[in-house]
């Protein structure tokens, strides 16, 4: 089981900055995938960036070079760096962990946090 806490969320106007964090409960280098997802209300959940056990990154072109994953091995925590937001960005922010197969002490499965709220004005 891994527990995932979000903070960072928080009202801000467009073109400006945010970093939200994601504290796991394991070691996040042992995760093999972990991403940040938003929903939006009435759209569905998305993802917004990804990041490998090995480190490799990808992100959908709406966020591409506004957003950076990221993560510190020794605080178990995962960050997205938000830049130059868009109210559109504005929506419900999810750290997800998956676990495709066990590592070490992590067992399989898709563990989710309880989401923080990004609102951007314009």
């Known amino acids: 089981q891994v527990q995932l806490v979000e903070s960072g969320g928080g009202l801000v106007q467009a073109g400006g900055s945010l970093r939200l964090s994601c504290a796991a409960s394991?070691?996040?280098?042992?995760?093999?995938?972990m991403g940040w997802y938003r929903q939006a209300p009435g759209k569905q959940r998305e993802l917004v960036a990804g990041?490998?056990?090995?480190?490799?990154?990808n992100y959908p072109d709406s966020v591409k070079g506004r957003f950076t994953i990221s993560r510190d091995s020794g605080k178990n925590t995962m960050y997205l760096q938000m830049n130059s937001l868009k109210p559109d960005d504005t929506a419900v922010y999810y750290c997800?962990?998956?676990?495709?197969?066990?590592?070490?002490?992590?067992?399989?499965?898709?563990?989710w946090g309880q989401g923080t709220q990004v609102t951007v004005s314009s």
């Open positions: 990041i490998t056990r090995g480190g490799s990154t």
């Open positions: 394991e070691n996040i280098f042992n995760i093999n995938y």
């Open positions: 997800n962990a998956d676990q495709k197969f066990p590592v070490l002490r992590i067992p399989a499965g898709n563990y």
